[in-house]
């Protein structure tokens, strides 16, 4: 017996008013074009809010660009893109989320530190536009939903989905706060099912499990390179074919955006405290170089046309 989203509702009401076939997006960066393209592929219907008409173009041209590589490698056909395209819908305004009974919050930001407060007053616009019921998430990956969840007239409605990067990783850690009624939390758990992801439970912390986990390996990694044990590619080879890891730390670090990792880290330092979570003088070097990774064609390795072609660092960068 096949399962439709209204089966996922969190109340009568919601079920007759069938609107859990669209689910909103704020802030719609590269993770959350990769989350919204995820969803509409799942048939659902997306609507992502962003802050300007010229971002809301680029975010399209983001998404077929997404798109026009996976019909490069023969996992999509034409029509299956126009039909993910024609699911997903772009605007400046918070109204337009009015009907979504899901709303993600995922945005990105240069400054430093957590943006805590950014996003609790993004969480604020979201609820005043949404219905009671509606569930509202964040993506956040070293905050904890309790402390957004506080901005909010009905905090039991907040739950920490967090999509790790790249987002198509078939795994999302749910975190239920310490007011997240069971409902919100049952429904997201179920959602992500829908949208073909692993469930895993966390239980509140900065960093949840991957960050946590991830970062420090990127840390020791760096160490290592550092003592002149062993080259990049070894270290990231070894990892790869030694333990079976999809990227090496220093592939997934460039993967992630070394900006990321190094805010992670000082997030996670400055929460506590911990020599395992202070950056290597490495990371902070390259992301002063602006060399942060894929997106920039140049961190750990270099890169034409995303695709890696040689390593980036040089003995003096090392030492």
């Not at 956040?140 to 987002?167: C, N, Q």
């Not at 939390?185 to 991830?214: D, H, Q, W």
């Not at 920039?296 to 660092?313: P, S």
Request: with cysteine; charged share 30%; proline share 2%.
């Amino acid at each position: 017996m096949s399962e439709v989203l209204e089966d996922y509702a969190l109340s009568e009401k919601l079920r007759k008013k069938d609107s859990l076939r669209k689910v909103g997006i704020v802030g719609c960066g590269t993770v959350g074009q990769e989350i919204a393209r995820i969803i509409s592929q799942a048939g659902i219907d997306v609507v992502f809010v962003d802050i300007s008409e010229d971002r809301v173009r680029d975010i399209f041209l983001g998404i077929n660009e997404q798109l026009d590589k996976i019909i490069d490698r023969w996992g999509l056909t034409d029509s299956e893109k126009r039909a993910i395209l024609s699911r997903i819908h772009g605007t400046t305004k918070y109204e337009d989320i009015a009907e979504c009974n899901l709303v993600m919050e995922t945005i990105s930001s240069n400054n430093p530190g957590t943006s805590i407060e950014l996003r609790k007053e993004v969480f604020k616009k979201i609820e005043e536009h949404v219905d009671r019921d509606a569930v509202i998430t964040s993506n956040i990956s070293t905050l904890m939903i309790s402390d957004l969840s506080s901005a909010l007239k009905y905090p039991e409605r907040a739950v920490g989905l967090h999509f790790m990067i790249p987002p198509t990783v078939k795994v999302v850690e749910v975190v239920k706060g310490l007011r997240t009624s069971e409902q919100a939390y049952s429904f997201v758990c179920r959602f992500a099912k829908m949208i073909g992801k692993k469930v895993v439970t966390v239980n509140e912390s900065p960093g949840n499990i991957s960050t946590r986990l991830i970062v420090t390996l990127i840390n020791e990694a760096c160490e290592v390179l550092m003592e002149g044990v062993a080259s990049i590619e070894s270290i990231d080879d070894t990892m790869k074919l030694g333990y079976g890891l999809q990227f090496g730390p220093f592939e997934l670090a460039d993967r992630i955006g070394l900006d990321k990792i190094l805010k992670y880290m000082d997030n996670l330092y400055q929460e506590f405290g911990l020599q395992k979570f202070k950056a290597s003088p490495i990371i902070k070097r390259l992301v002063r170089a602006q060399n942060l990774g894929r997106k920039t064609g140049k961190g750990f390795y270099k890169y034409e046309r995303d695709v890696k072609v040689t390593h980036n660092i040089t003995s003096t960068e090392i030492k």
